[in-house]
C-alpha cells in the first residue's frame, strides 16, 4: 500500500519558520521525484516546489523563492519544506506528491499524493 505522511504544520506567525516532512511508504523513494503543493480556500492548488530523485535539482515557485528550500533524505525516505519568512498568503494546506518520471510543476504528473498539513500563518 503507497502511503505519503505530511507532518510539520501548524499556526504560525508572519516572519516564523516551520519545516514539513513528507514520508513515503510502499514505493522506492528515490525512484521518484517529489512535489510540494498548496491549496489555499477558494484557490486552486499550486506547485510550491519539487525535487529531483536524486536530490541534485530542485525546483521552487516565484512566490516561495529566496524563502522556502525543498530537501530530501533517500535514506530517510523523507522529503522536507524548509519554510522561512512565513507570510499569511502562505496560509493552505501543504500536500507532497511523488512522480516516477520527474518532479514538475502541474500536479497531473503525480501520481500518489498525501492527505495534506495545514499551515495557517496570522499577521
Known amino acids: 500500500q503507497v502511503q505519503l505522511v505530511e507532518s510539520g504544520g501548524g499556526l504560525m506567525q508572519a516572519g516564523d519558520s516551520l519545516r514539513l516532512s513528507c514520508v513515503l511508504f510502499?514505493?522506492?523513494?528515490?525512484?521518484?521525484?517529489m512535489g510540494w503543493f498548496r491549496q489555499a480556500p477558494g484557490k486552486e492548488r499550486e506547485f510550491v516546489g519539487g525535487?529531483?530523485?536524486?536530490?541534485?535539482?530542485?525546483y521552487l515557485a516565484d512566490s516561495v523563492k529566496g524563502r522556502f528550500t525543498i530537501s530530501r533524505d533517500n535514506a530517510k525516505i523523507t522529503v522536507l519544506l524548509e519554510m522561512n519568512s512565513l507570510k499569511p498568503e502562505d496560509t493552505a494546506v501543504y500536500y507532497c506528491?511523488?512522480?516516477?518520471?520527474?518532479?514538475?510543476?502541474?500536479?497531473?504528473?503525480?501520481?500518489?499524493w498525501g492527505q495534506g498539513t495545514q499551515v495557517t500563518v496570522s499577521s
Open positions: 510502499g514505493r522506492t523513494f528515490s525512484n521518484y521525484g
Open positions: 525535487i529531483s530523485w536524486s536530490g541534485e535539482s530542485t
Open positions: 506528491a511523488a512522480d516516477r518520471n520527474g518532479s514538475g510543476s502541474s500536479s497531473r504528473r503525480y501520481e500518489f
